[in-house]
């Protein structure tokens, strides 16, 4: 394909690889934190070649992994996730039930209980080796009859693992919760309206916090790949719920859709949530290049980008208030995973050439910035071990990729000042596409 005709999810950092492949001892420019012992994991949509999803969001999940020790990198492989749809199974069976399994896992990949899971939100978890082979679906047991989203919140005190799966058709949201061995102890069906996508959700210590926006389900659209589409008759409102099962309560708030969640926590008898919100050119402007528009001549990102937005729950008065944290446009927020549904003091995001560190206590912001012909995807925080340490101690890991599709790297930074010189860079033998989720798995203490 020309690069006039070619979508721009198949096309620069964003084109898929044709194949797996795996390499050993990589060259490192600087110093690998001898803590840093253990394995990245990253996912992302990866379709086969020849294949044109019709969307960025439904291509086959690839892995890609590198394993560091002792201040070397061990190793880089990628594996597709090899799930019914990868194999050709259709998703809705003859008999008419739909089959999760034939679902793309695309879209993260977690640990939990001595499982590793690649996740997608339309269908069932797939758990995978350390070595990123495919061991297959997972139901818990049978009890999974939902789809699992690519979010879970895991508390960091109790050790459950909170999730739901949505639907097209009802039920339209099912909450659900593992307990720390892995056993699904709790599943409630939520009312909504209708379907909707609903890619995240915050906890807090009480609560679950439900985003119910006005991306709904649009059966005409399914055979263009991706069928959700832009509603505003369906409105837009926050639910909070607590742990124990008691009644949704929701909050209308200002139209407007959210991909990522970056905390919640309680403060006063309120609940604050912080999260990348999309109005409605900001989202027509990623849709439309997810979804097939073609790339922009020179390479560039769509013009319109989300910002961090902060929104404050009263359930006490039923009134909520909601304001912008920054103007800069970024995506996937992430934060010291001891600190989920708790305060926390600082985010962690991705802007197109650069990680960008919040101080939510002073407002102010912080940016490690790389050359504009370079992406940046999603920075995963993996803290200090050693000895007590601020929230901040510890490292931030991304995969960075010349939009040319030239080389990638896995780049290290010191959490505390992202904005200095990377701790160290790990050279990957290829270039990985721009994906999305991705995990620090430590390897077991001895």
Partial sequence: ????????????????????????????????????????????????????????????????????????????????????????????????????????????????????????????????????DTVGPVDFGGRLTTAMTAHPKQDPVTGDLHFFGYGALPPYLTYHRLDTSGALVRSREIEVPGGTMMHDFAITEHHVVWLDLPLTFHADLVARGMPYQWDDAYGARLGLMRHDGADVQWFDIEPCYVFHVGNAHEESGRVVLDAVRYGRAEFAALWGAAGGSTSPADGSEPSAMPRLYRWTLDPSTGTVAERPLDDRGIEFPTLDDARVGRPARHLYAAQENAVVKYDLATGAATAHTLPEDTAVGEAVFVPATRGPRREDDGWLLTITTRRDASASRLLVLDASDPSGPPVAAVDLPRAVPAGFHGSWLPDDPA
Avoid: C, Q
């Fill in 1 to 132: 394909m020309s690069t006039e005709t070619t979508p721009h999810y198949l096309s620069g950092h964003l084109a898929p690889v044709p194949d797996e492949t795996e390499a050993f001892d990589l060259p490192v420019t600087g110093a690998l934190p001898p803590e840093l012992t253990g394995r990245y994991f990253r996912n992302g949509p990866n379709p086969r070649p020849g294949e044109d999803p019709g969307h960025w969001f439904g291509g086959h999940g690839m892995l890609h992994g590198v394993r560091l020790r002792d201040g070397r990198a061990e190793w880089y492989r990628n594996r597709w996730v090899r799930t019914g749809k990868l194999a050709g199974d259709p998703f809705v069976r003859p008999d008419g039930t739909l089959d999760r399994a034939a679902v793309s896992a695309n879209t993260h990949v977690i640990g939990h209980a001595g499982r590793i899971l690649a996740l997608v939100e339309a269908g069932l978890p797939y758990e995978v080796t350390r070595g990123l």
